[in-house]
């Protein structure tokens, strides 16, 4: 199977302000961005296409599948930032946030997640496709998302694939068979 992992284009947010499962829209740059992404993705057959519900994602998917049924999924959304969501990274509580920040792959955000949680969700996400088939298929969809999917299968270190420029827009395409990676490759839009 064929994965492309694509991540959403430029949010309309401030910088310095946490979000995850905040409904953002997108820049004004967004069709010139879109158009980036498509210049990648003009030639190949996709069975499938799946996306977060989320807005940014959402409009990102119906541009570039326009004549593909996308099927909408809460286990592609990013990390839930619970209470944090919205607010400027330096206004959380300086508790709050060395707590989290001591261990961020286990301790959840208040009223949110963790990053565990997220590989959680990314990994029944992933358990119910058919990873054996020669589909291609499309995943637009998040950064959270995309680095659990590199974990998984690149079994590169939870606390590593933080490294990994995924800027917005950036695709990575998967071809994996089972639990067996055989290439992954990043296209930068």
């Known amino acids: 199977m064929d994965i492309w992992l694509i991540r959403h284009t430029t949010p309309d947010i401030d910088k310095g302000i946490c979000y995850g499962q905040?409904?953002?829209?997108?820049?004004?740059?967004?069709?010139?961005?879109?158009?980036?992404?498509?210049?990648?993705?003009?030639?190949?057959?996709?069975?499938?296409?799946?996306?977060?519900?989320?807005?940014?994602?959402?409009?990102?998917?119906?541009?570039?599948?326009?004549?593909?049924?996308?099927?909408?999924?809460?286990?592609?959304?990013?990390?839930?930032?619970?209470?944090?969501e919205g607010k400027p990274w330096e206004a959380i509580p300086r508790n709050e946030m060395n707590q989290w920040s001591d261990d961020y792959i286990n301790n959840q955000v208040p009223n949110g997640e963790s990053f565990r949680q997220l590989l959680e969700r990314t990994n029944a996400f992933i358990d119910g496709l058919n990873t054996d088939s020669d589909d291609t298929i499309a995943l637009v969809t998040h950064s959270g998302i995309i680095r659990a999917f590199l974990i998984r299968y690149l079994q590169i270190p939870e606390t590593k694939v933080f490294s990994l420029d995924l800027s917005f827009g950036c695709i990575v395409k998967a071809t994996i068979h089972s639990e067996k990676y055989q290439k992954v490759k990043f296209i930068k839009a």
């Open 22 to 84: 905040l409904d953002l829209n997108i820049i004004d740059s967004f069709k010139k961005e879109a158009d980036a992404i498509k210049t990648h993705l003009a030639a190949i057959d996709f069975k499938q296409v799946f996306a977060s519900p989320l807005v940014r994602c959402k409009k990102l998917a119906e541009e570039l599948f326009p004549e593909h049924e996308i099927t909408y999924s809460n286990l592609l959304k990013e990390i839930d930032f619970g209470d944090w």
